[in-house]
Nanobody, 122 residues
Framework: QVQLVESGGGLVQAGGSLRLSCAAS????????MGWFRQAPGKEREFVGT????????LYAVSLKGRFTISRTNALNSVYLQMNNLKPEDTAVYYC???????????????WGQGTQVTVSS
């Protein structure tokens, strides 16, 4: 069992940056790939990016690559999402999730956090 808690969301102006954090419980954190997803009002939850269990591999949604960066610190049971040059369309609830496979597929993720709101004003 892994429990995930996101933090770092908030209100930011367009062009600004935010860094989201996700803290995990349990001693098996380093065995999971960790993904970030987001869900805007009235839309389906979409893939943002993922990082492999070791932290060596990262994969991003094509539309976000270059602005968003995922990293992790296994010793601290934490994963991060650095978001730069934010746009109003990035407004969403952001979720971190854990998977036993390095995947972009939402259904492959078995543990989810409660989400953190990111709002980007124009």
């Amino acid at each position: 069992q892994v429990q995930l808690v996101e933090s770092g969301g908030g209100l930011v102006q367009a062009g600004g940056s935010l860094r989201l954090s996700c803290a995990a419980s349990g001693r098996t954190f380093s065995t999971y790939a960790m993904g970030w997803f987001r869900q805007a009002p009235g839309k389906e939850r979409e893939f943002v990016g993922t990082i492999s269990s070791s932290g060596i591999g990262t994969l991003y949604a094509v539309s976000l690559k270059g602005r968003f960066t995922i990293s992790r610190t296994n010793a601290l049971n934490s994963v991060y999402l650095q978001m730069n040059n934010l746009k109003p369309e990035d407004t969403a609830v952001y979720y971190c999730a854990a998977s036993t496979s390095y995947s972009a597929g939402r259904d492959d993720y078995i543990y989810w956090g409660q989400g953190t709101q990111v709002t980007v004003s124009s």
